[in-house]
């Protein structure tokens, strides 16, 4: 089974835990079968290879995605990325020529797409898989998967099947409606639109070369920018004749707000964090090495990270976006594909960063042409490499380098230190990469 799971997304509605960086998938609210935090990514890759343990897994994501999801899924996880943020059609146009041209999928395999954030129990991905036989031996274009709804909601797109069957025509799509036509939808056997589409790859390709001028994969790469934002609903879906949607009636949330993130995340308080007697419905996160006390409070989110912190009542959450796109804040956290970094402090002329590189770990071998940086190793055991010239570091070691010197750090363990970087003018484009030395 071949999988693309479309991972975007800015990250405004579950501020402040989540950033262009650090976006809602990637967060550490739920809990795997071992009892440890896990996100909605490692969620879901977890599920589909429990279901199907050889699944071909891709991720379609943004620059700014790539190392958290290196991260949490490790070096080896197939990744297309795209080099600017467009809409879903050109998402998927290029995911389809990067399975075809650089991973060999052929044009006659089922490609599947699905979101990387539902809230979903296996069966789901028990149905994705059925998605993909109808779709490999019936004769329509395009499958879909369709949620059988438990109420008349105004924030999801509607199917109306022309059957009633498990597997039935598309009769027409609906856009977001308010409550009352919902519910008339609902009444003529409507589903919810899940975003989930399954193809036969040739297909994919067809329409992508039909909508943008393009040789393969490496020529939409560099293309991509000039590409149309339009989705994939709107570019092929609605426009398809040749077209079919199964039924599905498993658990399925989709978790885009902390709203609903409240519903489904392992615990109600996670951090540093006491609530009072009288205090009902309230959840809490708090990534911030500081306790929250919370009294008297009813059905609220209370949200704290380095990047901000957040008190809504929990209906109103879902409506926080524009309030966000006010809050100009440098992102404070991030997962790189090495570890993680947290900003301190920061001030005129510095910059203090706390560093975490995970065990057999390194940054890039790297320099800054406009800063000096002081490392001081708090935990753990690595080596530093100082314009090719190698040195152990162990706990209070300091390590000091001059503007225009490469260097980078090996973890042997878990390495935790602080990195000063002091300059008149500290940006994240202050950085040129080198190969390894020999």
């Given at each position: 089974?071949?999988?693309?799971?479309?991972?975007?997304?800015?990250?405004?509605?579950?501020?402040?835990?989540?950033?262009?960086?650090?976006?809602?998938?990637?967060?550490?609210?739920?809990?795997?079968?071992?009892g440890?935090?896990?996100?909605?990514?490692?969620?879901?890759?977890?599920?589909?290879?429990?279901?199907?343990?050889?699944?071909?897994?891709?991720?379609?994501?943004?620059?700014?995605?790539?190392?958290?999801?290196?991260?949490?899924?490790?070096?080896?996880?197939?990744?297309?990325v795209?080099?600017?943020?467009?809409?879903?059609?050109?998402?998927?146009?290029?995911?389809?020529?990067?399975?075809?041209?650089?991973?060999?999928?052929?044009?006659?395999?089922?490609?599947?797409?699905?979101?990387?954030?539902?809230?979903?129990?296996?069966?789901y991905?028990?149905?994705?898989?059925?998605?993909?036989?109808?779709?490999?031996?019936?004769?329509?274009?395009?499958?879909?998967?369709?949620?059988?709804?438990?109420?008349?909601?105004?924030?999801?797109?509607?199917?109306?099947?022309?059957?009633?069957?498990?597997?039935?025509?598309?009769?027409?799509?609906?856009?977001?409606?308010?409550?009352?036509?919902?519910?008339?939808?609902?009444?003529?056997?409507?589903?919810?639109?899940?975003?989930?589409?399954?193809?036969?790859?040739?297909?994919?390709?067809?329409?992508?070369?039909?909508?943008?001028?393009?040789?393969?994969?490496?020529?939409?790469?560099?293309?991509?920018?000039g590409?149309?934002?339009?989705?994939?609903?709107?570019?092929?879906?609605?426009?398809?004749?040749?077209?079919?949607?199964?039924?599905?009636?498993?658990?399925?949330?989709?978790?885009?707000?902390w709203?609903?993130?409240?519903?489904v995340?392992?615990?109600?308080?996670?951090?540093?964090?006491?609530?009072?007697?009288?205090?009902?419905?309230?959840?809490?996160?708090?990534?911030?090495?500081?306790?929250?006390?919370?009294?008297?409070?009813?059905?609220?989110?209370?949200?704290?990270?380095?990047?901000?912190?957040?008190?809504?009542?929990?209906?109103?959450?879902?409506?926080?976006?524009?309030?966000?796109?006010?809050i100009?804040?440098?992102?404070?956290?991030?997962?790189?594909?090495?570890?993680?970094?947290?900003?301190?402090?920061?001030?005129?002329?510095?910059?203090?960063?706390?560093?975490?590189?995970?065990?057999?770990?390194?940054?890039?071998?790297?320099?800054?042409?406009?800063r000096?940086?002081?490392?001081?190793?708090?935990?753990?055991?690595?080596?530093?490499i100082?314009?090719?010239?190698?040195?152990?570091?162990?706990?209070?070691?300091?390590?000091?380098m001059?503007?225009?010197?490469?260097?980078?750090?090996?973890?042997?363990?878990?390495?935790?230190?602080?990195?000063?970087q002091?300059?008149?003018?500290?940006?994240?484009?202050?950085?040129?990469?080198?190969?390894?030395?020999?």
């Amino acid at each position: 089974m071949n999988i693309v799971l479309l991972s975007g997304g800015s990250g405004k509605r579950m501020w402040p835990l989540s950033n262009d960086i650090r976006s809602k998938q990637f967060i550490k609210l739920f809990k795997n079968d071992e009892g440890e935090y896990e996100s909605m990514v490692q969620r879901v890759y977890r599920q589909i290879k429990m279901v199907d343990k050889d699944a071909n897994i891709t991720i379609a994501t943004s620059k700014t995605q790539v190392s958290a999801i290196h991260n949490q899924l490790g070096e080896t996880v197939s990744v297309c990325v795209e080099p600017t943020r467009r809409d879903t059609f050109p998402a998927i146009a290029l995911a389809a020529a990067y399975l075809h041209d650089e991973l060999g999928v052929g044009e006659d395999e089922v490609v599947i797409i699905c979101p990387v954030d539902p809230y979903v129990d296996n069966s789901y991905y028990e149905s994705v898989v059925k998605l993909e036989d109808i779709t490999k031996n019936g004769n329509k274009n395009i499958s879909l998967m369709g949620i059988e709804p438990t109420y008349p909601s105004e924030k999801y797109g509607y199917i109306i099947p022309a059957g009633t069957g498990t597997v039935s025509d598309v009769a027409e799509f609906k856009e977001k409606p308010d409550v009352e036509t919902a519910k008339k939808y609902i009444k003529q056997g409507a589903l919810w639109n899940a975003g989930v589409f399954a193809f036969k790859l040739g297909y994919m390709l067809e329409k992508a070369h039909s909508l943008i001028d393009f040789m393969d994969y490496s020529d939409l790469y560099v293309k991509y920018a000039g590409c149309p934002k339009i989705s994939f609903d709107y570019a092929v879906v609605e426009k398809e004749s040749s077209i079919q949607v199964l039924r599905h009636a498993g658990e399925w949330k989709d978790v885009g707000t902390w709203n609903m993130m409240a519903e489904v995340m392992a615990d109600d308080i996670k951090g540093k964090a006491l609530t009072d007697d009288t205090t009902k419905g309230v959840n809490i996160i708090n990534e911030l090495n500081i306790p929250i006390l919370v009294m008297g409070a009813k059905d609220m989110i209370v949200a704290a990270s380095g990047d901000g912190i957040l008190i809504a009542d929990k209906e109103q959450s879902s409506y926080m976006k524009p309030y966000v796109e006010k809050i100009s804040t440098e992102v404070r956290f991030a997962e790189k594909s090495w570890g993680s970094y947290s900003v301190i402090d920061a001030g005129d002329g510095y910059l203090n960063v706390k560093v975490v590189l995970n065990p057999g770990n390194r940054m890039a071998y790297h320099s800054h042409e406009y800063r000096d940086e002081v490392w001081t190793v708090l935990s753990g055991r690595g080596k530093a490499i100082i314009d090719g010239m190698e040195q152990v570091v162990n706990p209070g070691d300091v390590v000091t380098m001059a503007a225009g010197c490469r260097h980078t750090i090996i973890a042997e363990s878990e390495l935790t230190m602080l990195e000063a970087q002091i300059g008149d003018d500290i940006t994240v484009s202050d950085k040129k990469k080198y190969d390894m030395p020999v």
